[in-house]
């Protein structure tokens, strides 16, 4: 059974169970908002550990490295846990692998998230937070310890930061809530926004760039009714391809990877063309996700899926491409 918590619920809860053992993870390959937000939370618990589903993207490992992060994230959830805390996924499916291991669990699992619902039950009785009004799980996160009165550290405060900058796509998706809390934590990590973008850009080996130059060189350009969507397979990271459409002045865009054991399709629109066109990525990805035997899901301009069909792909991004066609053409 799924338990629907309210937002002065789910602060109680945190501050009940914050002296209880707990693990904290997040979906499969975590990203800056899925790591930030974990570890964030993490530190109000007396006895916390941070796991780790598979792996983090590199973007979270510099992440973790800019914020000076002096911790560790285990890749074994231990036996001792009694509570299970995910932050920036709303189901099991987004955890790969750790999913079975957590249904034969006896710990109380909870959700924290900002993602569209799936449409299907959980698996288990389990607690879900989940507002798709904020543009990132570190941003509840931070509401959260503002509201049980947690002092936020440097360190926390970094790794909120990275988490709401990397998650409203360079403020696109932001909301007057966002501006609000990055100007708190800036100031709480003595830092600017500049100084963590340029972080970022010098960090990226030259290999990386070059490979995102020639996936969006690459890509193909399509006008569809007063919009220009763009779409390709990418050589690097797909979502950072599809990000960089946007950027670079599409409307709507669409690329994916394919790896040894994996596919991974991206999806970014323009906001706020999500309210103007009536399309929700994230809703969209959650077929995509299906059909390459996998999960997918997100926000309203911002989505992805991954999988194992590498079968299916072909057929998946077709669909997902024809459907952003349809919108725009309205």
């Keep these: 059974m799924t338990d629907f918590a309210s937002f002065d619920r789910i602060c109680n809860i945190i501050s009940e169970l ?17 790591v930030g937000s974990a570890i964030a939370l993490s530190k109000c618990f007396s006895d916390a550990v941070v796991v780790t589903p598979d792996f983090i993207t590199n973007n979270a490992k510099r992440m973790l490295k800019q ?14 846990r009694e509570v299970v805390i995910v932050t920036d996924a709303n189901n099991l499916d987004a955890l790969g692998g750790m999913k079975r291991e957590l249904l034969s669990r006896e710990a109380d699992l909870i959700f924290i998230d900002h993602h ?13 937070f989940n507002d798709e ?4 799980a570190s941003s509840i996160v931070y509401e959260i310890l503002k509201r049980n009165g947690e002092k936020v550290d440097e360190e926390a405060a970094m790794l909120l930061l990275n988490g709401i900058i990397a998650d409203s796509s360079d403020f696109q998706n932001a909301t007057a809530l966002t501006f609000k809390q990055v100007a708190e934590l800036l100031e709480i990590a003595d830092t600017s926004y500049s100084e963590i973008v340029e972080y970022f850009h010098q ?8 490979a995102l130059m020639k996936d969006l060189f690459g890509a193909k350009i399509e006008v569809v009714g007063d919009y220009i969507l763009m779409h390709g397979k990418a050589g690097g990271a797909a979502n950072l391809a ?20 994996e596919v991974t399709v991206s999806a970014r629109l323009r906001s706020p063309l999500d309210r103007r066109l009536g ?30 069909g590498k079968e299916n792909l072909e057929g998946a991004v077709k ?10 053409q309205g």
């Design 203 to 210: 960090d990226v080996q030259v290999k990386d760039r070059y």
């Design 133 to 136: 009004n904020y543009n990132s």
């Design 116 to 128: 569209a619902v799936k449409d299907y039950t959980l698996g288990k009785s389990i607690i879900v």
């Design 67 to 80: 914020a000076k992060f002096k911790g560790q994230l285990l890749d074994k959830l231990p036996w001792d």
């Design 242 to 261: 599809a990000e960089t459409a946007i950027n670079f002045g599409a409307d709507g865009s669409v690329f994916w990877s394919e790896r040894k054991e």
């Design 18 to 34: 914050r002296n209880k053992k707990a693990a904290f993870t997040f979906h499969t390959v975590g990203d800056r908002d899925g």
């Design 319 to 328: 669909a997902l491409i024809d459907a952003m066609r349809e919108r725009f």
């Design 279 to 308: 399309m929700h990525l994230g809703r969209m990805m959650q077929e995509t996700g299906r059909s390459i035997l996998g999960s997918g899901g997100g926000h309203p301009c911002a989505a992805g899926a991954y999988g194992p």
